[in-house]
């Protein structure tokens, strides 16, 4: 480990490890000397500095695979963590990470054509990696699932979002066996009205969807018409399939997680990055917000602003069983105290120009996926998985 001012020294446990750690003082951060600036959208440790002792230390940091901000953040981990890059893919965004307990398989997404720049998005096959032996292959369901973009399991079956395609079809809620792979749709508009085109989704413990309906397949250009309504977050019955919308923004509804008792609603807004153009606009927004959940479970009130990403912004977030918010936050994972919103630790994929887009929990493992592939997160020290 560096030895540096802007540095604490780490838990006895933590020194000799595969990983790299690093804790920072933020103590010694809170005033700093002579010329530094960064964007929003660039990890601290890619900061413009004067300071050459600070420009060592972020230079460590930026090989490291664990930095933490507050000593919490250590009591997630076993001495044996590690972050494994198990599938290297190309830089185009890998979306929907669902876990299959029963097999040990990951299904996920990729936009576009493998290996192609993903700007055009479209996609009728989807991924499933198998844990142990790390083969990945291709699958389609049947009939063939379109721009997938979301994904939750729950009760042995997937949920998956889709962003719809063309003028032909909306974006769809769809249920999916994971084992025979036979697809079953199950919502496609409000009483005539098409939705925009899904995002993401979370399930409550008593089987309600609650969807992000969002701009970013029109966007895309995977559907050509425009939006029939800002951004918007859809309550679904699990029942009846009743929906109704809950809440909307100017911005752009991304990712959504709920916390384990499913009495609070994490969103992500992500306006700051726009779309026809495409561009970065680092005024708009980017804050996560947290939301009472009232009215037997279908009103959202109360809502605050948790906090918003170190650097970047959040796209997928998911809520462990433990409690703790983990966000995909351009080159790692933000884990986020639930009721503070203060980061207290980063989980870094390497730099570069891979990003970490959404998230998955295994038994005891984490999988990341987004741009340049599939990471597994090894050595956590409680489970992960929520109990429905």
């Excluded at 844990?131 to 699932?145: A, C, Q």
């Excluded at 495409?278 to 109360?302: C, E, H, P």
Aim: with cysteine; net charge negative; aromatic share 12%.
């Amino acid at each position: 480990m560096l030895a540096s001012v802007f540095l604490h020294p780490l838990p006895s446990e933590f020194y000799q490890t595969t990983a790299k750690w690093a804790w920072i003082s933020m103590t010694a951060f809170a005033n700093l000397q002579g010329h530094f600036n960064r964007s929003i959208f660039t990890a601290p440790w890619s900061a413009d500095v004067a300071d050459p002792d600070l420009a060592e230390t972020l230079a460590f940091l930026n090989g490291t695979d664990f930095i933490a901000y507050d000593l919490a953040f250590f009591d997630l981990f076993t001495k044996h963590a590690s972050v494994e890059h198990l599938q290297p893919l190309s830089y185009q965004s890998h979306e929907a990470p669902c876990y299959i307990p029963s097999t040990r398989q990951l299904y996920f997404v990729e936009w576009g054509p493998p290996g192609t720049d993903g700007n055009n998005g479209t996609h009728n096959w989807q991924y499933v990696l198998d844990v142990e032996s790390n083969n990945l292959r291709k699958i389609t369901t049947d009939p063939p699932t379109i721009n997938a973009h979301g994904c939750v399991e729950f009760q042995g079956h997937l949920y998956v979002v889709t962003d719809g395609t063309g003028t032909s079809e909306s974006g769809r809620l769809v249920r999916v066996n994971p084992t025979t792979l036979m697809m079953q749709p199950l919502l496609n508009n409000m009483l005539g009205q098409p939705f925009a085109g899904f995002n993401d989704l979370e399930i409550d413990r008593d089987g309600n969807f609650w969807l992000t309906d969002s701009k970013s397949g029109w966007g895309r250009g995977l559907v050509d018409f425009a939006p029939p309504t800002n951004p918007t977050i859809y309550f679904v019955n699990g029942t009846t399939l009743q929906s109704k919308p809950v809440w909307t923004t100017s911005g752009n509804a991304n990712g959504v997680a709920i916390s384990p008792d499913s009495r609070t609603l994490y969103v992500p807004d992500t306006g700051v990055s726009e779309f026809r153009p495409s561009a970065k606009n680092k005024y708009a927004q980017r804050m996560l917000w947290a939301f009472d959940i009232t009215g037997n479970g279908a009103v959202l009130s109360n809502q605050r602003m948790l906090g918003s990403p170190v650097a970047y912004f959040y796209d997928g977030i998911r809520a462990a069983g433990n409690g703790w918010l983990f966000a995909g936050s351009g080159d790692g994972v933000d884990v986020i105290h639930p009721i503070t919103g203060f980061v207290v630790g980063s989980i870094r994929i390497g730099g570069g120009r891979n990003v970490a887009v959404s998230i998955e929990f295994g038994e005891n493992e984490l999988f990341i996926v987004g741009k340049g592939g599939v990471w597994i997160v090894r050595g956590m020290k409680q489970g992960l998985r929520r109990s429905w």
